[in-house]
Structure formats: structure tokens, C-alpha cells
């Protein structure tokens, strides 16, 4: 016969066994769940401690590195990302975990990453602060995203407007020289008069004349300078409301020079209640000089550029630019959109630029289309959506 009160250790026995199955069950269940979580992470994920080794992994990043688990887990995070032999420390390549821990707050960087294949990559790295019992910081957790496609678009557009204002030069050479020459002139004018001694009322009237000119030469030059400024930002996009009328007629301004030398005669058909469009002016100002350029390009004997702009059912804003130059044949109007695709010549361009314009038309909200017969020209219309307040029209 069995005590009683080994019946009872027994009993105990068996709700303590119970109780730790029931817990490593739900351990196992939460250890799962969370691993599911982490695995369905499609940013580049790791726990690092205070160390830089690290102590988890998901699968996205195994997959980018083409490695199993056990042979990252208690690895460097330095040695894997970076192939180095050490921390990273330069001011180009910032350690957000020192930042994190320093802190306790989330901290980020942009660093160049290696893939399985030895391929550079451009993340977005942010470490998050994980804390002990006792508050302190002593792992951190980093998520990583690959951002090489916008980086390179930012370069790709940086690269097209430099060569639009390489193209650029000799126009703007000339707005700004010709006012330059005629100032000159004039101030050695004024300087001749005044050498005779005590100007006159006739002298004195020439003086006023002179010095209205070169004040107007001077706004000239101040002008053209204005235009180019959008072309030589490089900062974040600023949209806001603007009249893509005067944009328009302010990036022609800049290529009237070649234009008449070219022989190629500017009709314009400006809308008078044309409705505000909400946009980054240095990105519509590089959109347009990129269509003008083409149409310069696609009359090389001469011919008529017409701009027009209109409204549409109230609701969008209509910019059209077209040329009676050889046109393009009609097999290729679905390619030119297409980066580096380009009918010019081998050495006239990498066929970068209506790719970038349609990116930048997109990343607006708008469409573009063109439409062309050949040896009679062709056209490219712009929509955008109208600017009405309190309504964002562009995607953050």
C-alpha cells in the first residue's frame, strides 16, 4: 500500500511535468511564431550584440548572403556586409550600433553592402536598441534595405541634367557673354566721357542712357543665371504650385540662342487661365529642356517648335511639345521610353534622357505620349494633375 503522501508527491510530479510540457509546447509555439515573423521580413534582418557578432539572422539576409544560418550566426556583422577586418569607423561609413547604444535610440546609416556574389549594394541600415532587465543596451537589432535602384536613379537624373547642360553651354555662353560685351562697352563709354571733364547736359543725357542699358544687359544676365539655378541643385525635390506656362517659356529662353542659329522658328500658345500644377521646378524645367533638345536635334535644317498649354476637364494640366523634324519611324515609338534606348547616332547619347522624363512625369502623377509621322515631325504631351489646395497629387 502506497503513503499517502507519496501519492501526493506523485500527483505533484505529474502536474509539474504536465505544466513544463504545456510550457515548452507554447515556447516551441512562440518560438515558431516569431521565427515565421522574422522569415517573412523582406528587409535584410539581424540581432547584433554590444560584440558586433551576430546572434539571429532571417532568411531574406541567409538568401542575399547565399549562406545557411550556422554559418553566420556568431560571425561579425562587419565581416559578412562589409569584408572587413573590423568595425567600420570612417566618416563615409558610419557604425549606427555605437550611435544606438550611446543613445538607446534607433540610429541609421547608408553603407555599401556585398552580396554572395561579390556585388556592391546600396542599404539603408537602422539599428534599433534592444534593453536588458536592468535598462542597459546589450543587443540591437539591424534592419537593412536595399535602396541601389533609387540611388542609381538619382545619378541617372543628376548625369542626364549635366548633359543637358552640356549641350546648354553654347547658348548660355552667348546670353550671358553678349550682355557682358555690351556692359564693357558701355562703361568704357561713360569712362571716355567723364575723361573730357565736367559732363554737360548732352553728356549727361548719354550717361543716363548708358547706364539704363547696362542695367538692363545686367537683368539680362541675372535672368538667364535664374534659369540655370534649378539645373545645378542637387537637394530633395520641393513640390509646390507652379505655371507650367512659365517654365516652360523660361527653360526656352535658354536655348533661343541655338534655336534661331539652327534656323528653328518658336510659336507658342500659352494658356491664359492655365490652371497650377503641384511640382518641383527644377524637375519640370529638366523634363522640358530635355524635350527641346530633341526636337533641336530633330531639325537640324530648320524647321517650326510649337508649345502649347491648356487645361483639361478642370481636373489636369496639358503641355505640348512639338517639332517638324524627321520624326521617328513607328516601330519604335514603344521603345523610347526604355532606358538607354536612342535613335540619335552612336556618340550623340546613351538614351538615358525620356527615360528619366518619364520617371520624373511619374513620380508627378502625370502621363506622357507621343505620337509622330515621319519626315513631318513629332509630338509629346504631358499630363499632370491640377493643383487644388489641401490635396497632396504627389506620392511621398
Not at 539704363?212 to 541675372?222: A, L
Request: hydrophobic share 40%.
Amino acid at each position: 500500500m502506497i503513503p499517502a503522501h507519496s501519492k501526493e508527491l506523485q500527483e505533484a510530479l505529474r502536474q509539474v511535468q504536465a505544466k513544463s510540457r504545456q510550457l515548452l509546447k507554447e515556447a516551441i509555439q512562440g518560438k515558431t511564431f516569431l521565427e515565421t515573423i522574422l522569415n517573412g521580413i523582406e528587409d535584410h534582418m539581424m540581432v547584433i550584440d554590444l560584440d558586433y557578432r551576430i546572434v539571429e539572422v532571417n532568411r531574406a539576409l541567409l538568401k542575399m548572403l547565399g549562406l545557411e544560418r550556422g554559418e553566420v550566426v556568431g560571425k561579425h556583422c562587419y565581416e559578412l556586409s562589409h569584408h572587413l577586418k573590423e568595425p567600420c569607423a570612417s566618416p563615409e561609413h558610419p557604425c549606427p550600433l555605437k550611435d544606438a547604444v550611446a543613445t538607446g535610440k534607433a540610429a541609421s546609416a547608408v553603407h555599401i553592402h556585398f552580396d554572395k556574389d561579390g556585388r556592391e549594394s546600396y542599404v539603408h541600415v537602422v539599428h534599433h536598441p534592444l534593453f536588458d532587465e536592468e535598462g542597459r543596451v546589450h543587443q540591437v537589432v539591424d534592419l537593412s534595405r536595399d535602396i541601389t535602384q533609387e540611388i542609381t536613379r538619382v545619378r541617372i537624373m543628376h548625369d542626364d541634367k549635366m548633359a543637358s547642360l552640356g549641350k546648354l553651354s553654347a547658348s548660355v555662353m552667348h546670353e550671358i557673354n553678349n550682355p557682358l560685351t555690351g556692359i564693357l562697352n558701355f562703361v568704357k563709354l561713360i569712362q571716355r566721357l567723364l575723361k573730357k571733364g565736367p559732363p554737360g547736359e548732352a553728356e549727361l543725357a548719354k550717361v543716363q542712357k548708358y547706364l539704363d542699358t547696362i542695367f538692363d544687359e545686367t537683368q539680362r544676365v541675372s535672368k538667364t543665371v535664374s534659369n540655370l539655378l534649378p539645373f545645378s541643385r542637387k537637394s530633395k525635390p520641393e513640390f509646390k504650385p507652379v505655371s507650367l506656362s512659365t517654365l516652360l517659356a523660361e527653360t526656352v529662353s535658354l536655348t533661343e540662342y541655338q534655336l534661331r542659329l539652327q534656323g528653328i522658328a518658336v510659336e507658342t500658345n500659352w494658356a491664359a487661365d492655365l490652371l497650377p500644377v503641384r511640382a518641383d521646378p527644377g524637375q519640370m524645367k529638366q523634363i522640358f529642356l530635355n524635350l527641346l533638345l530633341n526636337a533641336q536635334d530633330a531639325m537640324p535644317k530648320g524647321g517650326t517648335l510649337t508649345l502649347a498649354t491648356r487645361n483639361s476637364r478642370g481636373r489636369e494640366v496639358v503641355v505640348q511639345i512639338s517639332d517638324t523634324g524627321v520624326g521617328i519611324p513607328k516601330e519604335m515609338l514603344s521603345q523610347i521610353f526604355e532606358p538607354f534606348y536612342t535613335t540619335k547616332n552612336a556618340g550623340s547619347g546613351v538614351g538615358l534622357g525620356l527615360s528619366v522624363v518619364q520617371g520624373i512625369v511619374r513620380d508627378h502623377q502625370g502621363t506622357i505620349k507621343v505620337s509622330s509621322v515621319v519626315s513631318r515631325g513629332a509630338s509629346f504631351t504631358i499630363r499632370l494633375p491640377a493643383y487644388k489646395p489641401g490635396v497632396d497629387h504627389v506620392a511621398s
